[in-house]
């Protein structure tokens, strides 16, 4: 495939070319620690135009931590799906993930939706592919209500929502609302997402300034537990950070772990959004 598609990526969606870059190089290596091997057809056949992409300086250890930050949200999915195996899940943000398939492609009781932008997720269709039974995708804003409704179908099984590399680029307030949609119209669901803490949205957008990408991140906080102050019923259960863990691609670069875990430049934070109804 020469011909490369990146008119229609801008803005927040064209950020979805970092993460797919990098799942796609992870797998090609000897000791990956997860493989992608629809990344690796995009990135190899040029589908789209990774320039801005590859001006953005990432070491072997930023790297590693933006897969392990993946492997986590993966773990989040199938720990729930282990409690809640008829539950229903929402991916904000999918862009080209293909998480579905590594946790959730042979349960046979779970609903999958795969949400993002409409530009977005028309290229994946036609490069990822389309919806099957029980995995749904929704071309639409997360600020909408369309695609709440649609979910909304399933109003009686546990919801998970899932949001990795997007909230960041929010304004608090917007991400607010959203919080409270959720906790209002599925209370009991869990949620989990990563986020910047303020030195790690002005890390990022110093990165990100070197390239040729146009997003900023725009939110960050120091801790979880100022979402509990947003409404009633919020519940931080748990949350993780890149060196809450031995893992031994950053064994060389554990001088780095009270830097980190000060400045907590970026961490995943799971909540229960209320509790179910009776």
Known sequence: MSETINQNLSGVPETLLIPLYARAMESQRPDAMMKDEKAVALVTQKSFDFTGVRQITMNEALNAMRIMQTREMDRYARDFLSRNPEAAVVHIG???????????????????????VPETIELRRRFIGDEKERYHLLGCSVFEDAWLNTVSAHGRRPFLFLAEGVLVYFEEAQVKRLVLTLLNRFPGAEMAFDVFSPFGVWECNLIISRSKLSARA????????????????????????????PEPRLHSFRWMAPFYRLLKPIRIYHFQLGKAAE
């Open 94 to 116: 999918c862009g080209f993930d293909s998480r579905f398939e590594r946790v959730a492609e042979r349960n046979s009781r779970v609903e999958w939706y795969d949400l993002d």
């Open 218 to 245: 725009r939110w960050g906080i120091w801790h979880g537990r100022e979402i509990e102050g947003w409404g009633a019923g919020i519940r931080l259960l748990d949350e993780w950070g890149v060196f809450d863990r």
